[in-house]
């Protein structure tokens, strides 16, 4: 008996990015973009969405308790991926975003300009008594993803 949804899945994301006059923000946007069938030849279908990008890098990174960050861009377009902990990514907009594992973030706010508070790009760091312990999938270009 096969044992799968109907319907084409959906994953959820926080989206930070640049709007025009430099300032960051975060939205949700979801990857939809699932087609069923087998990882391998010869394997069982599953829900696949697959982002072919050139030059990836997987970085995992552990955030002290009590960590919190400078202002800062991300340095390339990157997923950020929590695996452990929470930890919260705060927007110029003053937007708040507290993540935990599960829920995942691309950052992608490389254009934003400095506002009147020395705030530019987003802030972040740990939220609650645990480190976070974050995976990064960093790019050189921004992958197309709509």
């Known amino acids: 008996m096969q044992n799968?949804?109907?319907h084409n899945?959906?994953?959820n994301y926080w989206y930070v990015w640049t709007d025009r006059d430099g300032v960051t923000h975060q939205s949700r946007r979801q990857i939809q973009d699932f087609i069923h069938k087998g990882i391998?030849?010869?394997?069982?279908?599953q829900?696949?969405?697959?982002?072919?990008?050139?030059?990836?890098?997987?970085?995992?990174?552990?955030l002290p308790v009590g960590w919190i960050?400078?202002?800062h861009e991300n340095p390339k377009p990157q997923w950020i991926v929590p695996l452990?902990?929470?930890?919260?990514v705060e927007t110029m907009d003053g937007?708040?975003?507290?993540?935990?594992?599960?829920?995942?973030?691309?950052?992608?706010?490389?254009?934003s300009k400095e506002d009147t508070q020395n705030h530019k790009g987003h802030l972040s760091g740990t939220v609650g008594d645990v480190p976070a312990v974050?995976?990064?999938?960093q790019f050189e270009e921004t992958p197309i993803m709509e």
């Open 69 to 71: 960050g400078e202002w």
């Open 9 to 11: 899945p959906t994953i």
């Open 134 to 137: 974050l995976m990064m999938v």
């Open 84 to 88: 452990s902990g929470h930890w919260f």
């Open 40 to 45: 391998a030849p010869h394997t069982s279908p």
């Open 95 to 111: 937007q708040r975003v507290e993540m935990g594992p599960g829920e995942i973030s691309f950052g992608a706010d490389q254009s």
């Open 47 to 62: 829900w696949l969405s697959q982002l072919k990008q050139a030059a990836a890098t997987v970085t995992f990174t552990v």
């Open 4 to 6: 799968h949804q109907s």
